[in-house]
């Protein structure tokens, strides 16, 4: 299997920092990449990794938090005392693995670390390996499959719609208000990772996004931008002006990976 790769992330027009981390990696030759990114690639016998995390937390909690889960994900699937996870069921164990230890280590470190209380993350993680993408998955981040221009959502939100503010006047618009996360990496001693398979097969387009961009855009407008762009590139790129021009009421951050072949 090859790859085209294209990796965004933007502060959006209202938020005053960016609380998302994203992260691609070749597990095969442990090439790591983050923030931004394209390339085109062959998919290794140790598979491909994207990541998409969104942080919350007061002060820099929301980016730090989002900043070790990536990192502690990608280190995790790379440990040279660990065998190599070429064989799917390894695989999709050692992706689960990785997000269960992130979320100690980020637990362990607010414990440490009392201002940061409350610091925590969503993580969406997806294994490109063999024929196959493998999704483990905490929070509200959303991965899909886009396959002729129909777009299949991997991850089922693990989020509630916050209820409207009826004390302003008027109500805060929903486009402005957060849902509220049922599970994050962080805030607990264990969560629960939720574990998916889909086999991907040539032009088919594996999404990854935070909810800054899937709560401004449809899924359907998001299938028709990435079947009409040549160029992942340019998909991610219109994505997150479409997003912006709704407002961009939070960070936007998306991974995009056609199949080649």
């Avoid at 995790?76 to 996870?85: D, E, T």
């Amino acid at each position: 299997m090859r790859v085209e790769v294209c990796g965004r992330t933007d502060v959006g027009r209202t938020r005053p920092g960016n609380e998302d981390s994203l992260l691609v990696a070749d597990l095969s030759d442990s090439c790591v990449f983050r923030q931004s990114v394209v390339l085109d690639r062959k998919v290794g016998k140790c598979g491909f990794l994207l990541v998409v995390a969104d942080g919350m937390g007061g002060m820099a909690a929301g980016e730090l938090a989002s900043g070790m889960a990536t990192d502690v994900i990608c280190s995790h699937l790379m440990q040279p005392s660990l065998p190599k996870a070429t064989q799917p069921g390894l695989f999709a164990e050692r992706l689960q693995e990785a997000l269960e230890t992130a979320n100690r280590g980020i637990h362990d470190y607010a414990l440490a670390h009392p201002e940061l209380r409350g610091m925590g993350t969503t993580a969406t993680a997806a294994g490109l390996l063999g024929d196959s993408i493998y999704v483990a998955h905490v929070g509200d981040s959303r991965a899909y499959v886009v396959r002729e221009r129909r777009i299949r959502q991997l991850t089922q939100d693990q989020s509630l719609p916050q209820a409207p503010v009826e004390t302003t006047d008027p109500p805060v618009p929903a486009s402005n208000r957060r849902n509220v996360i049922l599970q994050a990496l962080g805030p607990t001693t264990q969560v629960s990772v939720a574990m998916t398979r889909q086999r991907v097969q040539k032009e088919d387009v594996v999404v990854v996004c935070s909810d800054g961009l899937s709560g401004a855009v449809s899924s359907t407008e998001i299938a028709g931008v990435v079947s009409v762009e040549a160029k992942m590139s340019v998909a991610c790129d219109r994505l997150i002006d479409l997003a912006n021009e709704r407002g961009g009421p939070d960070n936007i951050t998306i991974i995009l990976a056609r199949v080649v072949r």
